[in-house]
Each structure stands twice: as structure tokens, then as C-alpha cells.
């Protein structure tokens, strides 16, 4: 794996610092060259669901999560996340917290800085100031502050550019403040008014290589025209949320026609079990931040 991130960090700096190779790369379709330009990610940070994580904010009605079985698909998770190259901390359950283990919401990190959210569930909002030391340990902080709300789930990278949710978890005011400190470090940004989902990455996630995974309603958004859309059946709607890390791809196990569109595509998607995550409206991208 390492060989790999290096070979693209390499290309990248090719492509950024050698005119005449980038010139050719432009003429010659991209899709030739699958990692080409993919940022690639080092680190992940996950936390450990605690005891009562039962107790967390779910509308999912799909029962009642079994801990010793969730805490087995975590253990499972951070290996996929190791077999994709990243180095975990993981941190230790808090149980003051129920939904402290989908700590995505917690923050957004880039390059430059963490930006420590402001979460819209008040349950969670004290969550954030726990990972403030872990965060430090590799960028300064910036803050969103209220009346401004916003949860890392509706926030979707694609390159330097970033489409942020607005939903009951994120408010208008969160997602500008976001916006204004990305603009800052030189990113751009779209808002995306959402009218149902708890958050933007439950209905669309960007796996790579321009394509979008997407809601029936999302691959209908003009917002999204330019991106080469893999719609989800409403009724798969829950493997929406995969992950893309480096030249991987992990997928919520048990979903067929997903799988199937995403092999004739040409991924190869690592499958893994979370059922006990989604009885608690969690997917696999709320249930870590990774970042460079």
C-alpha cells in the first residue's frame, strides 16, 4: 500500500510541476489512469461504541443494536481501514456519549487545519470537545459557532471542492462559517438544500474517478450534472454510504445490485457488516475521519 501512495503522490507532482506531461494526461481520458489525482489519505481516527450506545438518536426502527455484535464490526471495520492504508487511533468508548462513535460528525479536516463542528442534535454537541486534543496532535483548529450548526455527515469532498448539506443537523449559518474558513485555504463550496435524509452522504457519496453513488432524488439534483451517476434503488438506499479510501473501496455488506453495478464499473469492493450501525442511522463514512 505504501508503494502505491507513492506512486501516486508521484504522479500527482508530475502532473502539477511538468507542464508537458500534464498537457498529454488532459488530452488522454483520465479513466485510463484510476488512482490519478486521488488524494491520498494516512491517518483515521474511530472511537469504540460505548456500553450504552443503545441509548443513541435512531429513527431506523430496526430493533435494538446488539453491543458484543457491534463492537465485533468495529474491530472489522478498523482492519478494513488498515488494509486500505491508513494508520487508526482508535479511542477509548465514552460513555457520557452514546453516539460518540460516529465521530465523523465531529469535525471536517483538511490539509491546512480541523474545523471542529458545531453538532445540530444537542445530545452530541459535547462530543467535539474531546477530540479537540486528539486533533491538535495534527492540525490547528478553526471552530463553528452558534448560531451556526454543522455535522461532518453532510459534508462531501470531491478534490478541492466541498458540497455541504443543509438539513436538520446542519444549518445555513454552520455551512457558510464552513465555507468562509474553506475559502480561506483556497477550497470551494456548494450548498445543497436536502428535504428529507439525516444527512448529504446518506443519499450520495463520491467514490472516485468522477462517479457519485446517489438517492434516486440526488442523481436528479442539476447540482451533481457534471459527475457520472450510480443510482441506488430506494430500497438500497443504506449502501449509498460506501467509502473510498486510497485505491479501495468499502461497501455496507448484503446489497447485490449494488455490488454488481459498482463491479461492472470496474470497483472491487471490500464488503463488511454493519448492521448494528445502521440500527443506529449510522453508515460506514460517520464511523471515522481520515484525512492526509
Known sequence: MQEVALSNELFLHTYLYCPFVSTILQ??????????????????????????????????????????????????????????????????????????????????VIDEVAIITNPGAASRREEVKSMQPVLQQFRKLEFITAPGTLEGGDVMQVDRHFYIGLTNRTNEAGALQLGEILNKYGYTFTLVPMTSALHLKTVVNYIGNQHLLASMEMAKNPLFNKFKILEVADEDLYAANCLAINDQLIMPAG????????????????????????????????????FR
Open 255 to 290: 446489497f447485490d445490485r449494488v455490488m454488481n453495478t459498482l463491479q461492472k464499473t470496474g470497483y472491487k469492493p471490500i464488503e463488511l457488516e454493519v448492521s448494528e450501525f445502521e440500527k443506529m442511522d449510522g453508515g460506514l463514512t460517520c464511523l471515522s475521519l481520515r
Open 27 to 108: 488530452i488522454i481520458n483520465f479513466s485510463v489512469f484510476p488512482l490519478a489525482l486521488q488524494v491520498m489519505m494516512h491517518h483515521a481516527i474511530t472511537r469504540i461504541p460505548c456500553s450504552n450506545y443503545r441509548n443513541g438518536i435512531t429513527t431506523a426502527n430496526l430493533g435494538e443494536p446488539d453491543y458484543s455484535l457491534a463492537l465485533t464490526q468495529h474491530r472489522r471495520y478498523v482492519e478494513a481501514l488498515e488494509q486500505c492504508g491508513l494508520t487508526v487511533t482508535t479511542l477509548d468508548p465514552d460513555l457520557l456519549y452514546p453516539d460518540s462513535c460516529f465521530v465523523e460528525d465531529t469535525a471536517v
